[in-house]
């Protein structure tokens, strides 16, 4: 039996089992509703917490009683029609308006490497090693991170031994799984190698002077240059990604680590890419997820100051499409 639960339990993101259980919790503690559920308690659940929480965090707690219901074999009442129509007219009297990261433009990410690249530069001439391994790790996150659109927990659990990388040539990164890899089937992504700003090149560089040669890419440094044994914490790229900007002269407090994937979607999109090869890239699977990614293009006859999308792509070349 404690066989089964652990691969009940494999079978369901960590993520998502961690925010199931707070959503119980939630109903069930914070809110004082009994479980199995009524679809009248879990309207009045809806209409309690509409003021307060979210539509799509209203949406998650929904989702994990649905869960709870069917898991535990009670008929789910969050299919109810009163429940769905709660939901409806919590849009109609709480819009809001969706928060999103946003995009980092190619020539911010260029002015936070070319600190970078500075910074290793000081580092390696007097000798510190530990500011000297930061500066790398940090670019080769950077530019993984954009090149190849990955969310934060991918970036975090990207491992050596599942990275083939050739200098001038490319890389191919295998993720066991993923945000939209639902069957656990895995996912290999591949990158080209670039005349600038090259990941390939700042990966190759990072393991090198680190002496990875398994395990995660990305771990903590301590101050005196020891790393840790474990991936950095998704968490923790917000601040790393902000403070990084902040001391290469960009202001940082409206990015995130999301803003590397949207940043390259929307540098993608102005240089040609078309939506299918964009959306087979980044791995989105359907076109709803892409476009909430994507500034369109907008064409005013060349009256509008500045185009719609502005980021620097000279002396870039392109991506190869995907075949």
């Known amino acids: 039996m404690i066989d089964i639960e652990r691969y009940l339990q ?17 109903f069930e503690v914070s809110w004082g509703g009994f479980l199995p559920a009524t679809s009248d308690s879990v309207a009045r ?17 929904l989702a994990a009683l649905a869960q709870w219901h069917l898991s535990q074999g009670f008929p789910d009442p969050t299919k109810a029609p009163v429940v769905r129509q709660v939901l409806k007219g919590i849009r109609a009297l709480h ?12 020539q911010h990410l260029e002015q936070a ?11 390696s001439a007097r000798g510190d090693t530990p500011a000297l391994l930061r500066c790398r790790r940090d670019a080769a996150l950077l530019l ?12 975090c659990r990207l491992d050596v031994e599942r990275i083939q990388a050739v200098a001038g040539v490319g890389m191919e990164i295998y993720l066991p799984r993923s945000k939209g890899d639902r069957d656990f089937l895995g996912t290999t992504c ?15 560089e990072w393991i090198e002077l680190a002496g990875l040669v ?18 950095l914490n998704p968490n923790s790229l917000i601040a790393l990604l902000r403070q990084i900007l902040r001391r290469a002269g960009v202001p940082g407090e409206s990015y995130s680590s999301h803003s590397l994937r949207r940043g390259f979607a929307t ?29 369109p293009t907008l064409s005013f006859g060349g009256l509008a100051v500045r185009p719609a999308l502005e980021n620097d792509a000279r002396a870039l070349p392109k991506l190869p499409e995907l075949p």
């Open 10 to 26: 494999a079978g369901t993101r960590e993520n998502t089992r961690r925010s199931y259980q707070a959503a119980i919790e939630h």
């Open 45 to 61: 659940y809806l209409v309690a917490h509409a003021d307060k929480l979210s539509l799509n965090t209203l949406k998650l707690r």
């Open 95 to 106: 819009p809001a308006r969706e928060k999103q990261a946003a995009p980092l433009p190619l």
């Open 113 to 123: 490497i070319g600190w970078l690249d500075g910074e290793a530069g000081n580092a």
């Open 144 to 155: 993984i991170g954009f090149w190849r659109g990955f969310r934060s927990d991918e970036l």
């Open 190 to 204: 591949r990158a080209p190698a670039l005349k600038r700003l090259c990941p390939v090149q700042a990966y190759l």
């Open 214 to 231: 398994q395990g995660p890419v990305f771990r903590q440094l301590d101050r005196w240059g020891n790393l840790g044994e474990d991936g």
């Open 267 to 295: 540098w993608a999109a102005a240089n040609g890419w078309d939506l299918k090869s964009l959306m087979g890239y980044v791995g989105w699977k359907d076109v709803k997820s892409a476009m909430r990614y994507i500034d």
